[in-house]
């Protein structure tokens, strides 16, 4: 029970906000208005949302009994000498309240959701005026939200769309491929995570690494979260056994037979993953699905090292394993539709959302995350102020800032996929002088949030001090800063042209997915639906004219894509030309 309206960017109208806080009183009801908090039926009655908690069979009787029983109802706040539970604004207690819900929901929403803030003026507004009035302003606040193309783009993504993926929308049209037994190569970070979200889900879990010490830190670490999980009281001890006993931690290859899916994530190298693949083959039926869980190397290189390349397929996990909600599925040149729909069921089994793309360098979250981080290091470059950049793009509604993205993530991951896409490249790589900044933190042995040391400076126990002052002694600030629009207009189009590319390139073939995949894959501010919805807000004929000034200022990397161009031209829009998920070639 609940009012989850908030999580999909309106909140609850038709008197439903104003009644629950005459009821409960702002503080009381504030989790579950401001955050949607669901609670089972005891702790509702007990919390004051409902009034009683009936056997099923008995609803509709109980609740007519309930609408005829005599004395009338008489709800709390048309008793006379009603006074709302806490105190009213007015009263110094829920004077307190809204100081500290306001900051509370700035500090969370940075201004981005137009929802919590209506939310509250709904909320305090409302309890200075009597009932009916606070009914109407209810619904201003409800209807200025409601008519926030924010509130529609984030119903659509997040309720509507996502739903979709999750319930098949782009699964072909094959026989049920439920996971019965899952092969896990390599326990490492990637290989653990993925463990323990197949064994949560009751699949039966062979963990496999090349050495048993290995293998069993790999299986200890699905104890680790449901100890966690024990300690908090969401896990009980039968439940961590039985999770347990599912996942066979071995070296032994032989363990595999009867595996309907194998996932690798052994090191990412085409030679170690070549091996590995033959060594399982050699074992598992002739119809299980090998999947593999790379994050650079090309799906359909590494399926040349299967002789059932159409069984072979990516399955790409985002870490940490269990908190991430998106899985990217590749499709390589040769993958089938069988490999796809196991891949599908799978991420069903396992409770996560999926994307389908196909096969193209760094697939297609990566691809469009990759460019937020370098635009961001390339302003520092320029000298544009780091703290400038950080907050641009908070106040833009992306989770975090570049400069931390990219320590989080490690500066020498960064720097090593540089040094292989330029290696790849050759003379096409346009990103020497963002990459110049990576080595010298690299060689300074700044490794990011790892090391405790990299754009920002840490304390010994790893907590986040502030951007470290060697940045600025480095690349001194120019005296002149751009405007803040200009900041995250350049952070958010450097993520959302990589998403236009891809679908011109045919690596997206669901605007959907492009949408769902960016906010739960890398948290593309969710406020504006994803990178397709944004566009969208903005119009494409004026999203076009600000890729013309970013080109002719910054450079070529913000061209606008041909794509873009035409659909400005003819005032299109995306959800307009690809809303049910058509294929980009066929449109
Ligand atoms: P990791 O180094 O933590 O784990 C790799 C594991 O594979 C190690 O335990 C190693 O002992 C084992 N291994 C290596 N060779 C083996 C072999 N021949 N047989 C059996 N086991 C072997 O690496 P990771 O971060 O878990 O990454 C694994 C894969 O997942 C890579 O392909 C990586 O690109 C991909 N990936 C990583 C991330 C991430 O954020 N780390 C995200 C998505 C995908």
Redesign the pocket.
């Known amino acids: 029970i609940g009012l989850p309206e908030i999580m999909v960017g309106i909140f609850p109208g038709a008197g439903g906000t104003t009644r629950l806080v005459r009821k409960m009183g702002a503080m009381t009801a504030s989790p579950f208005l401001l955050e949607g908090k669901l609670s089972d039926p005891k702790k509702a009655l007990s919390a004051g949302l409902i009034d009683e908690v009936v056997p099923a069979d008995e609803l509709m009787a109980k609740a007519k009994d309930w609408v005829l029983s005599e004395p009338r109802i008489v709800k709390p706040w048309d008793e006379k000498g009603y006074k709302m539970p806490g105190g009213a604004p007015y009263h110094p207690a829920g004077f307190m309240t809204f100081v500290g819900a306001s900051a509370m929901v700035h500090g969370k929403t940075k201004g981005v959701y137009p929802a919590a803030k209506a939310l509250l003026q709904a909320v305090y507004e409302g309890a200075l005026v009597p009932f009916d009035t606070a009914l109407k302003v209810e619904a201003r606040n409800f209807v200025n939200v409601l008519m926030n193309p924010s509130s529609a783009a984030m119903i659509r993504s997040l309720f509507i769309n996502k739903e979709a993926l999750e319930k098949g929308a782009n699964r072909p049209d094959v026989a049920d491929q439920t996971v019965k037994k899952v092969g896990i ?8 995570g993925i463990a323990y979200v197949s064994a949560n889900a009751g699949i039966e879990v062979v963990l ?4 048993q010490d ?1 293998a069993d830190k ?1 299986k200890s670490y699905s104890e680790g979260i449901l100890d966690k999980g024990i300690s908090r009281k969401k896990v009980t001890e039968e439940k961590k056994q039985e999770v347990l006993d599912r996942i066979t931690a071995t ?1 032994d290859y032989a363990a595999l037979e009867g595996c309907d899916l194998i996932v ?5 190298d085409v030679g ?2 070549a ?2 693949t033959e060594k399982t083959e050699a074992v598992i039926p002739s119809d299980a699905i090998f999947a ?6 090309p799906i359909t290189e590494l399926a040349k090292a299967s002789k059932r390349p159409d069984r072979f397929i990516g399955i ?4 940490p394993v269990d908190k991430m909600l998106l899985v990217e599925i590749i499709k390589g040149e040769k993958t089938g539709d069988v490999a796809v729909a196991k891949a599908l069921d799978f991420v069903r089994q396992i409770r996560k959302t999926p994307i389908v793309v196909n096969d193209a360098r760094f697939f297609y979250a990566n691809r469009c995350i990759l460019p937020y981080g370098t635009e961001g290091i390339r302003m520092v470059r320029e000298g544009v102020s780091p703290v400038l950049v950080e907050n641009a793009a908070k106040l833009v509604g992306m989770p975090i800032g570049p400069l931390q993205l990219t320590d989080v ?1 490690s500066i020498d991951l960064n720097a090593s996929i540089a040094r292989a896409t330029k290696a790849a490249m050759g003379d096409a790589y346009a990103d020497d002088d963002t990459a110049e900044v990576l080595f010298w933190l690299e060689g300074e042995g700044r490794l990011g949030r790892k090391s405790n040391a990299g754009f920002y400076a840490y304390d010994d126990k790893g907590k986040r001090l502030g951007l470290w002052d060697g940045i600025a002694a480095k690349y001194p600030e120019a005296d002149d800063q751009p405007s803040l629009t200009e900041v995250q207009h350049r952070l958010l189009f450097a993520q959302v042209l990589e998403a236009v590319r891809a679908l011109e390139d045919g690596v997206l073939e669901d605007i959907r997915e492009g949408d769902v995949g960016a906010i739960l894959g890398w948290g593309f501010a969710p406020w504006s639906g994803g990178p397709f919805s944004w566009l969208d807000i903005l119009g494409t004929p004026y999203a076009a004219e600000r890729c013309d000034e970013l080109a002719k200022t910054y450079g070529d990397r913000f061209a606008t894509p041909a794509l873009l161009r035409e659909m400005a031209d003819k005032g299109q829009s995306f959800y307009g030309r690809f809303g049910e998920g058509v294929d980009s070639k066929a449109a």
């Open positions: 190569l390599g326990a490492g970070m990637m290989g653990a496999i690494d090349a050495r290995a790999g070296t690798e994530a052994v090191f990412e170690v993953k091996g590995v593999t869980n790379t994050s650079t190397l790409h996990f985002f870490s993530t």
